[in-house]
């Protein structure tokens, strides 16, 4: 089976479509960076609270909001997740996420929608408070199978891997564990625990010293990567070979973090992960390309560069089609069943193959041309950047 | 050829075994399932187990502030051994490490130097303005103090930590910002109780109470009593409630202690004798002892100047009472304990005051029902993108495909195997690593593979064509490695936590593809060939 063979496509005839495309997607981006939903920092960088919270039944936004209103979280943002889940995030900004008393504003919540304490008795969905110690000496307290220390411990486990294993962290009521532990056991947790309505799944609190200091850390790792290239690429081809990569390289970053402006979407330090990896997917295009390109010049003395970097795009185009339709292929189904923890990250990746592939065909390969081109019209030589290879080192080893 | 062959067929598989015994473990033989196995022998982050990431900021001036608050001692009592007059000697607020001594006359200027040289070393004299002298603390003294601050936190952390049995526990220097700490607790049962197990200081203090240990309503009232002018050195302190009030008073201290936090040597739980309440048991080093002996001489009742003792726990009065007696080097607290928070405290007394105050400055904690529902949907992912990616493979490049799929299943074998034997930390954004290693990891193979066709249309045989094709793609693979590897290592630098995991689940993936789509699939293309003979078909 074969998709693409013998192509002979004009890649570069096409640079104009290419050119406005690009600049289309970058100035959107850069206008919604700008002037619309500026550049959405999640609470890894910005600083802030965020929890989230599942709910037994589907949670009633207009409640909670009036909830939490009353415990004086005026400004709390609430966005339910993927329907059906019952799942909700809780959103405080850094006025209502005090440094001194970090875990403050996450206590609110959790103290506002706990609408209907028992006093005397612990909530078992509270997973920051009740875990496998506390339902285990609630047993030895009460010890109602008169059983040996270790069976209780089993019960202990049984229950918490009832609630988080198998029902996502939250019990709907007691009655829900008959049959998980003897009727004597039951009676005894009922007399330690009761069920709220809610459990926390997860709470993320940072302060705004550390997200400060994460912003600039993760400004430096992508800074840092796109300089690693370039030296790379200048030792091992041509100094416009690695300005050309990097340039392109940076466009596509530029567009994905258009991409989450746009769509309004935070960026967290897993998505900034994932904008490091399609740097270093999309600098891999490029270089086949380049790659293939450095190969040609040698053998195709008479033709021009434009010539010659057609038939190289054409000549890889097949493994570029196949690889970028694979990596895609997995990254898609990161995305679809990833869960909500990886939603960003893949949502980054998804965009960010397609723009990688295209930007080391669309502009990496026209900008060497075009400098060569305008080299060559300025010195009025028409030599093409050759990339040396003895002196430089040309790696072979057989295998 | 053969025999070449055969050698690189025996490396191959000894390799492959020696990865699925680092994947699998032990284990692996003793019957029990797949899955436990494996289970056992990778470690799970905290995204995926549940547990919770702190990064804790600690409060280093406080050390230095102590450390000035008792070379202020010092310099008063040789100031006055010396005879000199002074107005006042205390550390300046915002800068604990300047203690001013104000109004000394000019002539004792050299008995100023001679006592900073011979009883404070570490400290720089300079004269300031209007007759006073300024102690600065030299700077190499004050890094290494606020840098043992940092590490004695580090070890109260670790020995808290350790007592509360939480398992593979990391504490450390956080790199990212100055005296910050990072814990990282995963599987931890109950977060809510040991963050603040960890946070509080257990920071003893015996100070004087003043006002025989006047509790006053408000700090206004504190004040008023002294016509708005609190007596030299003293602060006001709030103080824990008493047993049936709703609000602790206020109570005037002395600004410094007479005995503090790293004077305590041991602690128990009691009971008092009579009552049976809750008590803590304390005791002092020797040299402590010496100190606390003199003071209370000087107070018990009966004496010249009879005062109360403030027991001060983080900065809160616990109890103001008076001295019945001279005591030396042990003592109690009676402050409305239940059995369990007399216990806790006890611990903590034990284990070490920290030096100085901790902040929170981060909190992640992740349940551990998410934790739960992240490996289904990783692996779920995980399954999903390795099965679309082997069929395809299959389909597009028939017999070559086989190849690429061999390679591709060991490489993530290879992965598991490394992960295993490393003990390094497998993180959600870690199995996304993997699944992407799965898709760039195919790439090495297409790339060989369309050489080889490209070679095939030339029309060159089939040995001449794998020759070629692994020949000629090989330099570019080495490219594309090379550059996602510095990507991967610089997340690996500076990235945190399951970023971090992330990084290095690519770039060990990257490397055993070098391994499997370069040599391990050429063994097999040859394996085939010289089978088949070189001249003939080749399915790809």
């Known amino acids: 089976m074969e998709f693409f063979r013998n192509t002979n496509i004009d890649f570069l005839g096409k640079k104009w479509y290419f050119l406005s495309f690009s600049l289309i997607f970058s100035v959107a981006g850069i206008l919604s960076m700008l002037f619309w939903h500026g550049v959405p920092l999640g609470v890894d960088f910005r600083g802030g609270t965020l929890v989230y919270v599942k709910f037994v039944n589907t949670p009633n936004l207009p409640a909670i909001r009036a909830d939490l209103d009353k415990a004086g979280l005026h400004n709390a943002v609430i966005q339910s997740l993927e329907a059906g889940s019952n799942e909700v995030v809780i959103k405080l900004d850094l006025k209502e996420t005090s440094e001194a008393d970090l875990s403050k504003g996450k206590n609110q919540i959790i103290n506002a929608l706990e609408t209907n304490p028992i006093p005397g008795k612990e909530n078992i969905n509270n997973s920051d408070r009740i875990g496998f110690t506390a339902v285990r000496d609630a047993l030895l307290a009460a010890d109602p199978l008169h059983a040996e220390p270790a069976e209780y411990e089993r019960q202990a486990r049984r229950v918490l891997d009832f609630r988080d294993k198998e029902h996502s962290g939250v019990i709907k009521s007691m009655d829900d564990l008959k049959g998980v532990v003897p009727d004597a056991v039951l009676n005894a947790l009922k007399q330690a625990f009761y069920t709220s309505d809610f459990g926390v799944r997860s709470a993320d609190i940072v302060g705004p010293q550390v997200g400060g200091q994460l912003k600039q850390q993760a400004t430096l790792a992508v800074l840092f990567s796109l300089i690693a290239m370039l030296v790379y690429l200048w030792f091992r081809f041509e100094m416009i070979y690695g300005v050309a990569a990097v340039v392109a390289v940076f466009h596509d970053t530029l567009i994905t973090v258009g991409a989450f402006s746009l769509t309004n979407q935070e960026i967290t330090l897993t998505v900034i992960a994932a904008i490091l990896t399609l740097v270093g997917y999309s600098m891999n295009d490029t270089i086949v390309v380049f790659d293939r390109i450095r190969e040609n010049v040698k053998l195709m003395r008479r033709e021009s560069l434009a010539e010659i970097v057609n038939k190289s795009i054409n000549q890889t185009l097949s493994r570029t089609i196949l690889t970028s339709g694979l990596t895609f292929l997995t990254v898609l189904s990161l995305y679809l069943f990833g869960g909500e923890v990886l939603h960003g990250f893949s949502f980054a990746l998804v965009v960010g193959i397609i723009i990688g592939t295209y930007s080391s065909i669309a502009v990496a390969a026209p900008m060497l041309v075009a400098y060569t081109e305008w080299r060559s019209k300025s010195s009025g030589r028409g030599a093409i950047p050759l990339p040396t290879q003895g002196a430089k080192g040309k790696v072979r080893v057989k295998v | ?540």
């Open chain 2, 1 to 540: 050829m053969q025999k070449n062959l055969l050698l690189k067929t025996g490396i191959i598989v000894a390799f492959l075994l020696i990865c699925v015994y680092g994947m699998l473990g032990p284990k692996l033989f003793s019957g029990a399932g797949f899955k436990a196995a494996l289970l056992d022998r990778i470690h799970l982050g905290l995204d995926l187990k549940g547990g919770t990431h702190l990064i804790l900021q600690v409060m280093v001036n406080e050390a230095v502030g102590a450390q000035s608050d008792h070379a202020t001692e010092i310099l008063k009592d040789e100031l006055q051994k010396a005879k000199v007059n002074y107005a006042d000697v205390g550390k300046l607020d915002n800068q604990p490490e300047k203690i001013v001594i104000k109004g000394v006359s000019l002539d004792a200027s050299s008995t100023v130097r001679g006592i900073v040289s011979d009883r404070l070393p570490e400290y720089d004299v300079a004269a300031g303005p209007e007759n006073s002298w300024i102690l600065t603390m030299k700077p190499q003294q004050l890094a290494d103090l606020k840098d043992r601050t940092l590490e004695q936190s580090i070890e109260a952390i670790r020995t808290r930590v350790d007592t509360l049995g939480v398992s593979e526990p990391l504490i450390q220097k956080n790199g990212l910002g100055d005296n910050q700490i990072l814990v990282q607790l995963p599987g931890v049962d109950d977060p809510g109780r040991v963050k603040e197990i960890i946070q509080s200081t257990a920071r003893l203090e015996l100070r004087e109470a003043l006002d025989h240990g006047q509790s006053y309503p408000t700090e206004a009232a504190a004040l008023q009593a002294h016509q708005g002018i609190l007596p030299p050195n003293t602060v006001v302190m709030p103080s824990k409630p008493r047993r049936g009030e709703q609000e602790g008073g206020f109570i005037i201290v002395s600004r410094i202690p007479v005995v503090s936090g790293t004077d305590i040597s041991g602690a128990e739980p009691d009971k008092k004798p009579d009552t049976n309440e809750p008590i803590v048991d304390f005791y002092l080093t020797a040299a402590a002892g010496k100190k606390f002996a003199t003071f209370t001489a000087a107070h018990s009742e009966g004496s010249a100047d009879p005062s109360n003792l403030a027991i001060v726990l983080d900065n809160r009065v616990i109890t103001a009472p008076s001295i019945k007696s001279q005591i030396s080097d042990r003592g109690n607290i009676e402050g409305g304990f239940t059995e369990e928070s007399a216990k806790d405290l006890a611990m903590l007394l034990r284990s070490g005051a920290l030096p100085a105050s901790l902040h929170y400055l981060t909190e992640r904690t992740v349940g551990p029902s998410l934790g739960a529902d992240s490996i289904k949907a990783g692996v779920k992912a995980a399954i999903a993108g390795m099965t679309a990616v082997l069929i395809f493979m299959l389909i597009y490049y028939r017999g070559a495909g086989v190849n690429a799929d061999l390679a591709l299943i060991l490489n993530l074998v290879i992965l598991l195997g490394f992960m295993g034997f490393s003990g390094a930390v497998l993180t959600l954004p870690g199995i996304a690593g993997v699944i992407l290693t799965i898709g760039m990891g195919v790439d090495s193979n297409v790339l060989i593979f369309e050489r080889i066709r490209e070679e095939r249309r030339n029309g060159k045989g089939a040995g001449a064509a794998v020759d070629q094709g692994f020949d000629k793609a090989w330099t570019t693979i080495l490219d594309t490695h090379v550059t996602t590897l510095v990507s991967a290592a610089i997340l690996v630098a500076v990235g945190v936590g399951p970023v971090r995991g992330f990084g290095v689940t690519l770039i060990i993936g990257l490397l055993a593809n070098l391994f499997t789509a370069v040599f391990v699939s050429r063994v097999i293309f040859d394996a085939v060939l010289s089978r088949k003979g070189r001249g003939e078909a080749l399915s790809i």
